[in-house]
């Protein structure tokens, strides 16, 4: 039995909507990091006498000494950094072309104003995630206007509930690949705290066997601890920043979307009466 309902628009994905299978970062840093470190960290130039079990000559060569853990840092490192990178783009085409709070400005009079396809204009101009949500909520408006059917307060029930599934298919694209984001963060401290352990382990070795020709194996030691605790520091410095910033970008969108949400469902309240 064919029925006269409109269907919801489907939201208009443009732009980049991110990387969906982050391991693959994963991988293809963990394949980038050891390379540097074997192949530019170790180089021999890095030593003195061009034996890198020898003294190191530079920064580099003391960081090689901080052994394969320094690897799996830097492996973190470069992850955080390239999630950055997708995220910032990703964030950047899900916020639309223009200025979000000049958008939800305009998109709120015209709502007020029911000027509909005025605001589904300008959705159409600033696309995006918040403009997806507001075409949604805008289109259940003006479908609910025409059911006779159905009681004030379920139209405006009906709009609000329109306005929260499209806010869900959305807030996927915006909070991807954070939660790894924030694992590193975690991850970065405890190898950093693992690759120290090993460290200061050489360290009692040498201290055991006694004698001054333990002393090349007591510094290595000691280096490939503070090595690997400043590289961790670093790495869950960089990921708590990335982080933070980008969870402050999404509680804007968020907000942004909550507020044209209530326009919407108040513009519906205050210019109809119940029938």
């Keep these: 039995m064919a029925t006269n309902q409109k269907s919801a628009p489907k939201a208009k994905k443009g732009g980049f909507g991110g990387v969906k299978d982050a391991w693959i970062i994963l991988v293809i840093c963990c394949i980038l990091a050891y390379m540097f470190y074997f192949l530019v960290l170790g180089n021999p130039d890095n030593f003195v006498g061009g ?12 960081v090689y000494k901080g052994g394969v ?60 995630s918040v403009a997806n949500v507001v075409k949604a909520s805008i289109h259940m408006y003006q479908t609910v206007e025409t059911d006779s059917t159905l009681k004030k307060s379920q139209k405006i029930a009906k709009i609000q509930q329109a306005h929260e599934e499209a806010t869900q298919l959305e807030m996927p694209t915006l909070t991807m690949n954070l939660p790894m984001v924030a694992t590193i963060v975690s ?9 120290t352990v090993l460290g200061m382990i050489g360290s009692f070795q040498a201290l055991s066997a ?8 007591l510094s290595a030691g000691i280096s490939e601890a503070l090595v690997n605790t400043a590289s961790g520091i670093l790495t869950s410095w960089v990921a708590t920043v990335v982080y933070n910033y980008f ?29």
């Excluded at 853990?69 to 992850?79: H, S």
């Excluded at 085409?93 to 300008?122: P, R, W």
């Excluded at 991850?187 to 690759?195: H, I, R, V």
């Excluded at 999404?250 to 507020?259: G, R």
């Design 210 to 217: 006694g004698g001054g020709a333990d002393s090349m194996a």
């Design 247 to 275: 969870s402050n970008k999404i509680d804007k969108l968020t907000f942004a979307l909550d507020e044209v949400g209530y326009t919407i469902a108040a513009t519906y309240d205050s210019n109809h009466v119940e029938a």
């Design 51 to 62: 034996d890198s079990n020898g003294h190191p000559a530079n920064l580099m060569g003391t």
């Design 69 to 128: 853990v320094v690897g799996i840092i830097l492996t973190l490192l470069l992850t955080v950094i390239v999630l950055g990178v997708e995220r910032f783009f990703a964030i950047k085409s899900a916020s639309g072309t223009m200025n979000l709070s000049k958008f939800t400005s305009q998109v709120k009079s015209l709502i007020k104003e029911q000027k509909f396809q005025e605001a589904d204009a300008l959705c159409d101009k600033m696309r995006g």
């Design 187 to 195: 991850l970065g401290t405890l190898t950093a705290l693992f690759g």
